[in-house]
């Protein structure tokens, strides 16, 4: 069985030691490699344009004080163009305020520093909050993340950052929450990655993480209004309304997406049944977590399944989300084959190895060449098999719930 071929990855350390070293050399050469690009020819060569592009140029804009400006696509998109020499990608931002204010100081580095500070700094963070919550399986983990690990190293995203975050939030929930609070807060960068965690957090009562993220979000937000101006948030708010009338028309990368609404619209679904589909999809992803609580789960087991779900609820997720399946990943390896038969487990394997392998195909030169219409969300159709298979695992199992540390490495509980 495929399951039970990466689970022997952790049968002896020299094992595991050789498949992390071996997994985190090509890591950093793929890295070393986007380096080399961005000094070689900066943000825009042969109409490719990655991420980063935008990030930079918005925190540029911090500093020329026209941030507000950024948030309206046709504007943002001029932007782009006047420093590309025309080139330009479809990149709405969207973000909120506290997110310009992390970029900001980027604007004083060159492109190529710029890119390697923020995606090396994130990745770093992700790769030791990954070692900490995932032990013994910690290798097993990097081989199944490693197609969307690569890719966000590609597009320079952010998604090791919010996996990182998410990842500390799971490790300090039991026992420090003042710094799973901090990090919950954080996430007020992509809020909606957020859901599935924060309603783990409110069923099970833990006010005083709660408390300290709502006190985050309230300081951030004030500090950006004291920086950009009340105006932002009208301009923020006016960017996320244009942005949803964009997804309604089918004009973002849905084949990119890995939302429920992505896979059904780019299958033939009218927009309205997509987005409905996609409530559904969310109701059933929170409904996991609640379930998983009720039925006496392991904190751990459920807070790896919200961890999983999160990227499940908002229709607007992307390839470069997929790091935060990882934390949920490393946190269910333990207890899985308890709940799971070796089929079962070897198809939510291969669903999450499909999901960034799928967004890692259709970023290169090989898919280039075939009509966006005609590319289907495969990544968004996986993962709502594997939200199926997660609520239908919870359903029909209960686990004793030990007390433990989330935090301490992961092992299988008795």
């Known amino acids: 069985m495929f399951a039970e071929t990466l689970e022997s990855v952790r049968s002896q350390p020299s094992k595991r030691a050789l498949y992390v070293r071996a997994i985190v050399a090509a890591l950093a050469a ?52 006047s420093q590309s020499g025309g080139a330009t990608g479809f990149m709405p931002w969207t973000y909120p305020p506290q997110f310009d204010l992390l970029l ?73 929450q003042v710094l799973a609070g901090l990090a919950l807060g954080a996430m007020v960068i992509k809020p909606h990655l957020a859901v599935a965690i924060g309603l783990y957090l409110l069923v099970t009562r833990q006010w005083v993480t709660i408390a300290v993220a709502a006190g985050v979000v309230l300081v951030s937000s004030l500090a950006c209004t004291l920086a950009f101006g009340p105006q932002i948030w009208l301009a923020w708010l006016g960017a996320i309304k244009e942005s949803a009338g964009f997804l309604e028309q089918g004009l973002y990368p849905l084949f990119r997406m890995i939302s429920g609404y992505a896979a059904l619209y780019n299958f033939g679904v009218p927009a309205g049944g997509a ?52 934390v949920g990943l490393a946190l269910l390896l333990p207890d899985l084959p308890k709940v799971a038969s070796p089929r079962e487990r070897s198809i939510m394997y291969t669903l999450l190895m499909l999901a960034g392998a799928y967004g890692l195909l259709q970023s290169t030169s090989l898919a280039s060449g075939f009509d966006e219409r005609f590319k289907p969300a495969i990544a968004g159709a996986a993962l709502m098999v594997l939200l199926t298979m997660l609520l239908q695992t919870m359903w029909r199992n209960a686990l004793p719930a030990p007390s433990v540390e989330l935090g301490a490495p992961a092992r299988a509980l008795e």
Request: proline share 5%.
């Open 30 to 81: 793929i890295f070393a490699l986007k380096i080399y690009w961005f000094v070689r020819w900066g943000f825009w060569h042969d109409q490719q344009v990655p991420d980063f592009a935008a990030f930079h140029l918005v925190a540029q804009r911090v500093w020329l004080g026209d941030l507000d400006l950024t948030y309206r696509f046709a504007v943002f998109m001029k932007m782009q163009a």
């Open 104 to 176: 900001a100081p980027l604007a004083f580095l060159p492109t190529w520093a710029a890119y390697a500070l923020f995606t090396g700094a994130t990745l770093a963070a992700y790769l030791m909050t990954l070692r900490k919550l995932a032990g013994e399986h910690f290798a097993q983990v990097l081989v199944i993340l490693f197609p969307a690990i690569a890719i966000t190293i590609g597009c320079g995203q952010n998604g090791f950052l919010t996996g990182a975050l998410i990842g500390l939030v799971c490790a300090h929930a039991d026992r420090r």
């Open 275 to 326: 987005f409905w589909g996609q409530v559904t999809i969310a109701g059933l992803a929170l409904a996991t977590v609640v379930l998983g609580v009720v039925r006496g789960m392991p904190p751990s087991f459920t807070l790896g399944v919200a961890a999983v779900v999160s990227v499940m609820i908002s229709p607007y997720a992307y390839d470069y989300d997929l790091p935060i399946t990882g």
